[in-house]
């Protein structure tokens, strides 16, 4: 039985059960698409491993441990769901179905990646609320502050080229981009750690042009702007 | 003939290799000052103290790792053909990055010459090179040339005679990278014993450490087992180094280069910035630049319109004021055929392309074209392109087929395709005729400006849509800038006669050829069914005179015939009396859209294929056809 599988089913009764926390398994076995027979097998399992109190005729509920996994598959569904929504822009009728296959595969420390990059959403795209999570903070500010810092102490090291005014210089920290641009660049000079400077750029975010090694190169501004550089005085 | 050596030049680009070849072999390579204009192999043959030498002259080249479509050209010469020599031609004012590319070739143990170029541009720059020291750090002769003045360049044969006498010389490294490296490259050359590609061994190692293609498939297509050995080593260089391996040798390249540099040469840096310098703020500038550039094209086009207006109606007067009134059949199909033909070709070729190919030389050699692609770059993103290809666009102001094959500047396949369509509608020379002989002479230069102007939101809109049809997007501009210089009046003149000539050639007898035989057509009267056979367009919905629908049929073969025969085939100079200031900007709208001309298709055929060329073709047909009745249509409301 998979992790993935018990989550499914942490997540089925979570929904499901009414308010007095108990949900039928022949509920159950109808969400999922399960016969009733293995759904009963499956519940005796999550019965060991103390996720679940489970009767036969009774139905099925949640333990504390069971509840606890259940609040964590909700906030990484829904933090998933605000990603896919806010920052990849998927069509909204297919976020929830993606939520679903990614939220397995989430590590808690993606998770908590993740919330700090979306900076601390409360509610999923269709409004209902993110769980919080078990991090030693007081709010989410806090964690946001620290965020914050550290990605301000980086931006000061290293600048895309394209941040760096006319004349200013820098050494190359690294590039991103495909392999045959990077290796064009490499081949005409901009190894790492070379020193580059910047003589002008077109109006309207058009290309740099930069002196390397000597020579100048005119470079487009999508590639320039993945050239990273450590500024220098 | 008895070929006893062939040389090739390989080295950067515009680095001075078509100038050293056609100093060597009298040829007429197109040089200039701009990278990539050497896009195809040149061969030409010198006879140097009684020995017949093979000069090749390669497209420029940074990396032996290659990067767009020329430059595979050259590297697969290097490498397959086993030239007898290299020599590297090096720019002395950007060492290190010229020295990356020698290093490589090292690598490969070709036979080397090094021919240290514009060493009178590193002289005034204050730079001071040992020669013979770098001749002993590379092992390989080094000769100082000043290509453009001849200087240095026989030298460079007569070492590359010594070089091949002494066979199997012993190459030291010159490269050592660092033991991490160098160890894992002799593991790789231990695998690769008995595993013959055509290449040295350790040569070989090294690519399939920097993952190359070409290299990589041609060892796994009997080993793959090799393969994946190189591809571990080369993980455990990346590791060790946090980038990946092919980054890792190319730095330890530029090391070595850098080193060699800091010991042979010494440089002053100049205390105030250079006149070159001080014009690129100016020309670069991003108000300034912009003003310029429109300046110099719009000024380009009414000095041609003028000039050559001027220098047709002289002729014309000069030419009426002996027409002799002739009778007879063969009298009148030598003078009315054969000499006008002669004169209005002559009019044409002096009034607009001869000058034309001297403005685009002063253009090329100056090193204006770089600048425009560094202006342009943004506004070509809009329509999916980069910068760069400006470049084959402007050169499509000359002639479509150089255009079309210079389209391979352009990094992917994609880029080539919308660029070659592009450029096939650039108006060419011929139509400039057209455009400027007919329109601008007889209705008004502002007309033959908004001809222009529509063309060029033509180019616009295809582009457009173009970018939207074809997946993928540019990769973007990554190109060298060079200096601005003065450019050579030597150079230029000739520049122009070798592209002068060609037209001299074949278009000439062909347009008096084509003259007379419109007269004759015109006289039996043949003329009169071909026209009226195309009439339901040209008189239909072009709203032409009938003739006019030869003209577009013998178009296709030189698009400047149009113009001429249409004095032959109206039967009279005085084009004012049969075509309507209408029909005559119709005409040429048409003219300057409608299929390109024989040569151009055959270029498009070679560097597209057969699908694409037909598709061209056909659209612009039919983009000409529509725009033409619509123009028609519009214009008889105002005019």
Redesign the interface.
């Given at each position: 039985m998979s992790k993935e599988h018990i989550e499914e089913y942490i997540e089925a009764i979570y929904d499901i059960a009414g308010r007095d926390g108990v949900a039928k398994t022949t509920e159950i076995a109808e969400h999922l698409h399960n016969a009733p027979a293995s759904v009963t097998e499956v519940f005796q399992r999550m019965k060991q491993k103390g996720l679940v109190r489970y009767e036969s005729h009774k139905g099925v509920s949640l333990t504390a441990k069971g509840f606890k996994t259940a609040m964590r598959m909700k906030r990484k569904h829904r933090l998933l769901e605000v990603f896919l929504d806010k920052m990849l822009h998927l069509p909204h009728e297919k976020i929830h179905d993606q939520a679903c296959k990614m939220e397995h595969t989430l590590s808690d420390e993606t998770e908590t990646a993740l919330c700090k990059t979306l900076k601390g959403p409360a509610e999923c795209p269709h409004g209902s609320p993110i769980p919080p999570c078990d991090l030693d903070v007081t709010n989410c500010q806090e964690c946001l502050a620290e965020q914050t810092l550290e990605l301000e102490k980086r931006e000061k090291d290293i600048v895309s080229i394209t941040s760096l005014k006319p004349g200013e210089k820098g050494k190359i920290a690294?590039i991103q981009g495909?392999?045959?641009?990077?290796?064009?660049?490499?081949?005409?000079?901009l190894?790492?750690?070379?020193s580059i400077s910047i003589?002008?750029s077109?109006?309207?975010?058009?290309?740099i042009?930069i002196c390397v090694?000597?020579?100048?190169?005119?470079?487009?501004?999508?590639?320039a702007n993945k050239i990273f550089v450590h500024a220098e005085g | 003939m008895n070929i006893d050596l062939a040389v090739v030049l390989a080295g950067n680009a515009n680095v001075g290799k078509s100038s050293i070849f056609n100093q060597l072999t009298g040829l007429g390579q197109i040089v200039g000052n701009w990278p990539g204009k050497t896009v195809e192999i040149a061969e030409g043959v010198l006879l140097h103290h009684g020995k017949h030498i093979k000069i090749i002259d390669l497209p420029g080249i940074y990396s032996l790792s290659t990067y767009s479509q020329e430059e595979i050209v050259s590297r697969e010469y290097i490498a397959l053909e086993h030239p007898d020599v290299v020599v590297n031609v090096v720019d002395a004012t950007a060492l290190e990055r010229n020295l990356f590319f020698t290093l490589q070739l090292l690598e490969m143990r070709t036979p080397l010459v090094i021919a240290l170029n514009l060493v009178d541009v590193a002289k005034k720059k204050g730079m001071i090179i040992d020669e013979e020291r770098l001749q002993e750090l590379l092992g390989a002769p080094v000769v100082p040339t000043i290509a453009t003045k001849g200087v240095g360049v026989h030298e460079i044969i007569d070492e590359a005679i010594k070089q091949t006498a002494k066979q199997s010389s012993v190459y030291k490294n010159v490269i050592r990278y660092g033991s991490e490296i160098e160890q894992r490259i002799e593991k790789l050359e231990r695998v690769l014993v008995g595993i013959d590609i055509g290449y040295p061994l350790r040569w070989t190692a090294i690519k399939l450490l920097e993952g190359d293609s070409e290299i990589v498939n041609k060892v796994g297509e009997k080993h793959p087992d090799v393969v994946v050995t190189a591809n571990i080593l080369a993980g455990e260089i990346s590791e060790i180094h946090k980038e990946p391996c092919s980054n890792v040798i190319a730095s330890e390249r530029y090391a070595v280069a850098a080193r060699i540099v800091k010991e042979i040469q010494t440089s002053k840096e100049p205390a105030k910035a250079s006149m070159s310098e001080r014009l690129d703020s100016l020309s670069m500038h991003s108000v300034w630049g912009y003003a310029l550039m429109f300046t110099i094209m719009l000024s380009i086009l009414m000095f041609m319109s003028l000039f050559g207006g001027w220098l047709s109606e002289t002729l014309r007067n000069l030419f009426e004021s002996v027409n002799p009134h002739i009778t007879g059949l063969w009298p009148d199909l030598a003078w009315n055929g054969g000499v006008v033909g002669f004169y209005a070709t002559l009019s044409v070729a002096l009034g607009f392309i001869l000058p034309f190919y001297l403005i685009l030389g002063v253009l090329e050699d100056s090193g204006y074209l770089p600048k425009i692609a560094y202006l342009m770059d943004r506004p070509c993103h809009t329509i999916g392109l980069h910068g760069k290809a400006c470049i084959p666009l402007l050169l499509g102001f000359g002639c479509n087929v150089p255009a079309c094959v210079g389209c391979r500047i352009m990094e992917t396949k994609r880029d080539r395709l919308i660029t070659v369509f592009l450029s096939t509608l650039v108006p060419c020379s011929a139509r400039t005729v057209v455009i400027l002989g007919l329109v601008g002479a007889y209705v008004g230069v502002q007309w033959a400006i908004a001809l222009y102007v529509v063309d060029f939101m033509l180019i616009f809109v295809i582009g457009k849509i173009l970018n939207r049809i074809l997946p993928g997007v540019s990769v973007g501009i990554i190109m060298e800038m060079p200096p601005y210089r003065l450019p050579s009046g030597k150079v230029v003149v000739k520049q122009a006669w070798n592209r002068f000539k060609p037209f001299l050639l074949t278009a000439l007898p062909l347009i008096i050829i084509g003259s007379i035989i419109v007269e004759a057509m015109r006289i039996t009267n043949v003329l009169f069914f071909v026209s009226s056979a195309l009439s339901p367009v040209t008189v239909v919905w072009l709203g032409l005179p009938a003739f006019t629908g030869f003209l577009f049929i013998f178009g296709v073969i030189r698009k400047e015939a149009a113009l001429v025969l249409l004095a032959t085939t109206a039967g009279t100079l005085n084009i004012r009396s049969v075509m309507s200031p209408v029909q005559m900007i119709v005409f040429a709208l048409v003219i300057m859209i409608y299929v390109p001309c024989v040569a151009t298709i055959a270029a498009l055929i070679r560097e597209t294929g057969w699908k694409n060329a037909t598709l061209i073709a056909f659209s612009e047909i039919g983009l000409a056809v529509l725009l033409g009745g619509i123009a028609f249509r519009l214009l008889s409301v105002f005019m």
């Open positions: 690294f495909g392999k045959g641009v990077i290796q064009r660049l490499c081949d005409l000079g190894t790492n750690r070379t003589i002008r077109a109006p309207m975010n058009g290309p042009e090694r000597g020579c100048k190169l005119v470079i487009g501004r999508d590639i | -």
